[in-house]
């Protein structure tokens, strides 16, 4: 038996095991091998179209479709929730073409794709997180040029960017980038986390599990290995902090210490809160866990 | 501007154009009807009215068939109608408020007052190639046509059309977003009846975007949403639908008449933050884009491109007013490009000579 | 290198095109031109020697396309050198820094060196604020505290005599007098041995630029800064040089203390110089 039996015929047509070709998975994997040994640093890599479009996470599905295996356990999350109509689609064609189980639960699961969030409870050393980039380039707030970011990178020439962030804060009274904020990666490279809120990027650092990202219209791969410091750009006497959700509780579990969606009833047009990440909450409502209080750090 | 054809090799063009129905015509396949078009190529039908600037399914599924399918050949055939169509009266300004939806969504929050409606969208299809639809014939057709409508609630009791509020408007109660600045004095721009003078005022600029070649303003957005000049937009509500045309009544005083319906596609793009001036606090910056048809990435580019043309410091093409709208109108920007296959040379002519003589004076 | 010498320039070469083995020998001022009669190359800089010693300003002047401007610049590391070694005191164990890679070369050139260029807009980046330009040279030098940077760029912009509200101003909207400040004070930003001048008082109005070179000979008396000043003007070369190179079609005619060159010029190129200034 091989891996190709696993997926089912389509209109009399059956699909590599994870729908791309053996090739595209080849050159995917030798990129995330070089990626996860230069953390931090982007690898471009072919990145052919896929029945998805661009800028719909195409780069975080190869990645996925590069790794996973016939008894990893999937997970794909949009903005932290499984039933987002985009994670749904994209979880139709994984379960299409390679059969893999599925599930809600983020301790369960062996593979996490997800767009613009990680999940509440930290991962561990056995999960792999994938994250959908759509602008790898951190430096693009500062020089539209490819060819000049790349010198940037390859010089550790970071001054521009440091002066953006000091001209912000003299505009501003502090740093006023919101999503996606830089962060320095192994005291290296300065990447582009996806545009993780700054609530996550704590999760990153110093994490037990691995997290691989893929912009599929831009070509590229990056990774932070387990165990890495991750560091937002801030200044000495500036930390960074993350969102503020004081005095707010999720509307649907009573927890305080998650990121909190601001939604408006659709009928009373009424504003409440609820927990982005809806698999963590539905397991807080169940009783599986118990409701999160206000985070410690951040 | 307009181009005059060559004139001369009058056989020769006669010939290209009987050439041309001829190969339209010489397949085995039945001639194409106008409603065929119409009803099963509605997206193209779309752009080619909004890059006409004609609402009008018939003429501008009339232009795709003489065109054989080519958009902006299509587009400039109904712009020609157009031109020859006697301009009657101006409407009442359209309330998109009042919209009778068929899609709406915001990207700004996960749930809003009267909800995010999907509708017939291909963003979630699987961009795989179909062979199946090789096979259609008349009675797959009909049983899919049957088998949908037997799946259709009851809507007879539904008395009247639900309308949905901006998103915007609620970021604008919360003082998040700018408050309505008031509307200019005196008439919109035409840009039909009198060419752009720059810099342009905001009326003109929209009905430029508006009838934009959609390749075109797309590129131009996309450079602005990669990083050349960024606003960072987030979508805060794209709406697709009808909205009713109404002129003033001839001769009842405050009343209108409605002539009919116009089917176009909105957005409102939520930017960057503005920092605050003198004492106001800071807001979030808004796009406007709007076009004939159901043409979202045409939508959102405008949008796009409406925001980034009101940089306050423009140093990117996108941000450049002149550079945006001087270069995106698909029939001037394709005519010029095909101008280049007429005849040059006594231009080049010219070119050889000087050439040569260079060449002469270094020997 | 000898002891008191921070800068040991040897044999400076740039050329500009594809070059010959006789470019040298058929430029020069012997020959009245930069430009290579064989392969059209310019030799902007033709093997160009010299000590710089601490606490000395260096005047180079020539005329225009002398390549007094090119020799700075090729020590400042905005050109390349096509040829030679440039040494600096207590860097690199004395080795030659010209031939290490470039990200090397930039945090060196943080630490080692400022410039001031004759046109603003070389120097200085007009979409930032003063402040942050001469913050630039502070991050570039890994200082991370807003505070501080904040502190230290307000004092260098006190000590160039730039007043305290223009330091979140845009350097386009200041006077030409006020860039150069600006510029200065970036050039001292990280306290560097060595300050490259290239033709900063020309294009300012005689007023103005008596205060900036009275600024610049404050500065070095206080802080004992080496400096190269380029100049065409003798009067600038005579105000602040101790000694001088005098250049003309890539090459150095004469050099020595100032005022012997000024004086009692040897060359003929110097004495036409000397004698035609005003």
Not at chain 1, 203 to 231: C, M, N, W
Not at chain 1, 270 to 294: K, M, N, T
Not at chain 3, 138 to 158: G, K, N, T, Y
């Amino acid at each position: 038996m091989t891996l190709k039996d696993l997926v089912p015929r389509r209109n009399g047509f059956r699909y590599n095991f994870a729908f791309i070709d053996e090739g595209v998975k080849k050159e995917v994997r030798r990129s995330l091998l070089k990626a996860v040994a230069l953390p931090g640093h982007q690898v471009p890599f072919a990145s052919p179209e896929l029945p998805i479009a661009r800028g719909w996470g195409t780069g975080g599905l190869q990645v996925t479709m590069s790794v996973i295996g016939p008894k990893d356990v999937l997970k794909i999350i949009d903005q932290g929730c499984d039933g987002s109509v985009n994670a749904v689609n994209l979880r139709k064609l994984l379960v299409a073409t390679t059969n893999v189980r599925t599930t809600f639960d983020s301790r369960e699961a062996t593979v996490l794709q997800s767009r613009h969030r990680l999940p509440e409870i930290p991962l561990r050393a056995d999960q792999i997180a994938v994250l959908q980039v759509p602008l790898p380039e951190p430096l693009r707030l500062v020089e539209p040029s490819e060819v000049e970011t790349r010198r940037m990178h390859s010089e550790g020439d970071y001054a521009r960017m440091w002066v953006s962030l000091y001209e912000d804060v003299v505009q501003n009274g502090s740093i006023s980038l919101t999503s996606g904020y830089p962060v320095r990666v192994n005291d290296s490279y300065i990447m582009s986390p996806s545009p993780l809120p700054r609530w996550d990027l704590p999760l990153l650092h110093g994490s037990e599990h691995l997290t691989l990202l893929g912009a599929g219209r831009e070509k590229r791969v990056y990774a932070v290995p387990p165990h890495t410091s991750v560091q937002p750009l801030e200044f000495e006497d500036m930390p960074f902090t993350v969102e503020n959700f004081s005095g707010m509780t999720c509307a649907r579990c009573g927890s305080s210490g998650t990121f909190l969606d601001e939604i408006y009833d659709e009928k009373s047009g009424q504003a409440s809160r609820v927990c982005s990440d809806s698999g963590f909450c539905d397991l807080v409502r169940e009783g599986a866990i118990p409701r999160r209080g206000r985070r410690a750090h951040g | 501007m307009g181009y005059v054809a060559v004139q001369g090799g009058v056989t020769a063009i006669e010939n290209s154009q009987k050439l041309n129905r001829y190969l339209r015509l010489k397949g085995a396949s039945a001639p194409l009807q106008v409603s065929q078009i119409m009803e099963q190529m509605g997206p193209l039908v779309d752009r080619v009215m909004s890059e006409g600037g004609l609402f009008s399914p018939f003429h501008a599924a009339l232009a795709v068939k003489q065109a054989s399918g080519d958009p902006t050949e299509a587009a400039f055939l109904l712009r020609a109608y157009r031109s020859t169509l006697r301009r009657l009266v101006d409407s009442i300004p359209v309330h998109t408020e009042e919209m009778r939806i068929v899609r709406r969504i915001s990207s700004a929050f996960k749930t809003i007052p009267g909800g995010q409606v999907l509708g017939s969208t291909s963003d979630y299809e699987q961009r795989i190639l179909d062979f199946s639809l090789a096979e259609e014939t008349t009675e797959t057709q009909q049983q899919a046509v049957t088998e949908f409508e037997a799946g259709l609630e009851d809507m007879h009791d539904l008395l009247e059309p639900v309308h949905f509020r901006k998103v915007v408007e609620m970021l604008r109660d919360q003082g998040l977003v700018p408050p309505v600045p008031p509307s200019p004095s005196g008439e919109p721009t035409d840009i039909t009846q009198e060419s752009a003078t720059f810099p342009l005022e905001r009326s003109g600029r929209l009905q430029m975007l508006a009838r934009a070649e959609t390749g075109g303003v797309l590129a131009l957005a996309y450079s602005s949403m990669r990083g050349y000049g960024s606003i960072h937009p987030t979508v805060g509500e794209l709406r697709v639908g009808r909205v009713s045309v109404q002129i003033p009544h001839p001769w009842r005083k405050a009343s209108a008449l409605t002539l009919g319906s116009v089917s176009i596609t909105e957005v409102e793009i939520v930017a960057s933050v503005q920092p605050a001036e003198d004492e106001a606090r800071p807001t979030f910056t808004l796009g406007y884009g709007a076009c004939f048809g159901h043409n979202e990435v045409k939508a959102i580019s405008l949008g796009v491109l409406d925001r980034a043309m009101r940089s306050p410091s423009p140093h990117a093409p996108a941000e450049d007013q002149e550079f945006v709208l001087l270069h995106t109108d698909g029939v001037e920007s394709s005519g010029f490009c095909s101008h280049f296959k007429l005849p040059h040379y006594v231009t080049f002519q010219a070119d050889l000579d000087r050439l040569r003589t260079q060449r002469a004076g270094e020997e | 290198m000898d002891d008191g010498v921070l800068l040991s320039v040897r044999d400076l070469r740039k050329r500009y095109g594809p070059g010959c083995e006789f470019c040298c020998e058929l430029t020069g001022p012997e020959h009245s031109t930069n430009i290579c009669p064989r392969c059209g190359s310019v030799t902007a800089v033709n093997s160009v020697s010299f000590d710089l010693k601490e606490g000395e300003i260096l005047g180079v002047v020539g005329e225009s396309g002398s390549g007094k401007s090119t020799l700075v610049q090729c020590i400042y590391f905005d050109q390349d050198a096509t040829h030679g070694e440039i040494r600096v005191s207590g860097h690199g164990n004395g080795d030659d820094i010209l031939g290490l890679p470039r990200s090397t070369k930039r945090k060196l050139r943080s630490r080692l060196m400022g410039m001031v260029y004759q046109n603003p807009l070389r120097g200085l980046r007009m979409d930032i604020t003063s402040g942050a330009n001469v913050a630039e040279k502070l991050l570039e030098a890994d200082v991370f505290h807003f505070a501080r940077i904040r502190e230290r760029a307000a004092a260098l912009l006190a000590r160039t005599e730039i007043p305290e509200a223009y330091i979140d101003r845009f350097p386009k909207s200041l006077s030409g007098g006020m860039q150069q400040r600006i510029q200065i004070a970036k050039a001292l930003a990280n306290n560097p041995p060595l300050i490259l001048l290239d033709e900063v008082t020309s294009g300012l109005d005689v007023s103005v630029q008596a205060r900036v070179l009275d600024l610049i000979r404050e500065l070095q008396r206080e802080l004992k800064i080496s400096m190269i000043v380029v100049s065409h003007d003798m009067g600038v070369i005579r105000l602040l040089a101790d000694r001088t190179l005098v250049m003309k079609d890539g090459c150095v005619v004469e050099q020595g203390l100032t005022d012997q060159v000024l004086e009692d010029p040897q060359h003929s190129y110097t004495q036409l110089l000397v004698h035609s200034a005003l």
